[in-house]
Nanobody
Framework: QVQLVESGGGLVQAGGSLRLSCAAS????MGWFRQAPGKEREFVAA????????VYADSVKGRFAIFRDKDKNTVYLQMNNLKPEDTAVYYC?????????????WGQGTQVTVSS
């Protein structure tokens, strides 16, 4: 059974940091997306199965970092210098059908709230 389980969301003040984790039952290219209230889901970051290629949305470049622990089959999203506009539900995605944008499997989401 394919599973993607996110954790690490929470409430943080602007300028703070959070690390999201996604424990996966498959080894594949992975991505992080987010959806704010009233907005469409948007791409945040993605990493290939090997970890050799990484891409970021322009809005998070220089602040967020995606990386993976192959031994734990877990992908992380380190988020630094958080801004109120980063507030959203963050979703982990796996088994890319068209990396870095399209995926077959999705996690349940974890809420990130950044206060000003």
């Amino acid at each position: 059974q394919v599973q993607l389980v996110e954790s690490g969301g929470g409430l943080v003040q602007a300028g703070g940091s959070l690390r999201l984790s996604c424990a996966a039952s498959m080894r594949s290219g992975m991505g992080w997306f987010r959806q704010a209230p009233g907005k469409e889901r948007e791409f945040v970051a993605a990493i290939t199965r090997s970890g050799g290629r990484i891409v970021y949305a322009d809005s998070v470049k220089g602040r967020f970092a995606i990386f993976r622990d192959k031994d734990k089959n877990t992908v992380y999203l380190q988020m630094n210098n958080l801004k109120p506009e980063d507030t959203a539900v963050y979703y982990c995605a796996g088994e890319a059908s068209k990396w870095p944008d399209e995926y077959i499997y999705w996690g349940q989401g974890t809420q990130v709230t950044v206060s000003s």
